[in-house]
């Protein structure tokens, strides 16, 4: 058995893991750029990180302009302020796109050329030190070597990976996130689920991330719906964080598979939510690809609940995907029509948006490949709902 597993060199957790790590941030130098969002600078949590750098001896800008999910020219943005300031290293405060936007900064200021130079090619070199600190429980940004960004130019949604990317330190507060609406925690929480079920199921799975995999979806199937109902509820909070992250640690080495192959365009074309994209996806595309691995799907049947031991493997596999889709209904999840998405549109936007993922790579990292024209017909099925 031969693998590589990659983890952040450090992570703390737990109510005031910043305090707890902020003797560390001096490491990193004198000045740092906080890439956060409008709203979460509104709530004043930028202003509390920007004090306990402070206490550090530490000076800092911030840069919020992130109206959206990241784009190439966001970024660019974001990297004209952090050579302009001369700043040393980079707090990533937020949900995904704060800290995917973060890691892309840190990249780009260093590497010539486009974001969409480096799609399909490791991104790598001597990159300003990261911190980055999630406000919301699904990305696991905070954990991957990934970011996803759209091209402005191609409208596409396109992943970028590197061992480089990987922050210094994760800091993960629970507490943080219990400001969230019901939206976006159920959204990043769907995100959350759905990486844990595809690096369980991916044909890269070791025997670390299956142990990372089964925790995260344990505790997602117990505390997402609890999150959802009472964004208060501090013990479901802590525990989808630390799901998120789990899932997050997972996927750096056992990737995501046909559902973010396929949510990615959905969200570059028609501006869905990713999380929401691949709630909506979740249970068609893992039907596609269910008979390429009774086995490992029938597993997640019976850690949920939903098979015992003495079924036979097909029949384990698809009541967890039964229990899965009685999971996003009670969720309420959105179809794409109840969504309000032109369907027409998406009709006619479903060859390039299954092109798209098969370009990706995300969808050969199934037991069953899906062909660009069998994605099609995933996406005509979702249509019809």
């Known amino acids: 058995m031969n693998f590589n597993f990659t983890a952040v060199p450090r992570t703390v957790f737990g109510e005031g893991a910043l305090e707890t790590a902020a003797p560390r941030l001096k490491e990193f130098g004198k000045k740092a750029l906080i890439v956060t969002g ?31 999910e990241p784009t190439d020219l966001m970024i660019y943005a974001g990297v004209e302020v952090f050579k302009s300031e001369k700043c040393d290293f ?15 900064v840190a990249a780009m200021a260093v590497l010539p050329g486009k974001l969409a130079d480096y799609a399909g090619k490791e991104m790598s070199g001597k ?13 696991g940004s905070e954990a991957t070597k990934y970011l996803v960004f759209t091209d402005t130019a191609t409208d596409s949604k396109l992943l970028l990976k590197g061992d480089a990317l990987l922050p210094e330190l994760s800091v993960l507060d629970y507490t943080y996130t219990l400001s969230s609406p019901a939206s976006i925690t159920l959204a990043t929480g769907m995100d959350a689920l759905t990486h844990a079920v595809e690096s369980y199921t991916c044909v890269k799975h070791t025997p670390v991330t299956d142990m990372y995999c089964l925790d995260a979806i344990k505790r997602i199937f117990k ?11 501090k013990v479901a909070r802590e525990n989808m964080l630390l799901a998120a992250w789990e899932a997050g640690v997972a996927i750096n080495t056992s990737p995501t598979t046909i559902v973010h192959g396929m949510s990615r365009p959905i969200g570059a074309v028609f501006h869905v939510p990713h999380g929401i994209s691949n709630a909506m996806l979740l249970v068609e595309c893992l039907r596609a690809v269910l008979p390429g691995a009774y086995g490992r799907f029938a597993e997640l049947g ?8 003495k079924d036979d493997e097909k029949t384990a596999a698809e009541k967890f995907l039964g229990a899965l889709e009685e999971f996003t209904k009670n969720l309420k999840i959105p179809t794409l029509r109840e969504y309000g998405l032109d369907l027409e549109k998406f009709a006619e936007k479903e060859e390039k ?5 098969v370009a990706s790579g995300s969808p050969a990292n199934c037991y069953k490949v899906l062909t660009k024209e069998e994605q099609i017909a995933v996406y005509d099925i979702l249509r019809s709902k």
Do not use: H, R, W
């Open 38 to 68: 409008k709203i979460i600078t509104k709530t004043g949590l930028t202003a509390q990180v920007q004090e306990v750098l402070k206490g550090q001896g530490i000076d800092s800008v911030v840069f919020n302009d992130l109206p959206g």
């Open 90 to 104: 980079i707090v990533g405060l937020g949900g995904g796109t704060p800290l995917d936007s973060a890691k892309a």
């Open 223 to 233: 505390y997402l719906p609890a999150a959802v109902k009472d964004g208060s509820d």
């Open 353 to 357: 948006m299954a092109g798209d993922s």
């Open 302 to 309: 019976v850690l949920v609940g939903a098979a015992c031991e």
């Open 127 to 139: 990159f300003a030190p990261l911190v980055l600190i999630p406000t919301t429980a699904g990305t």
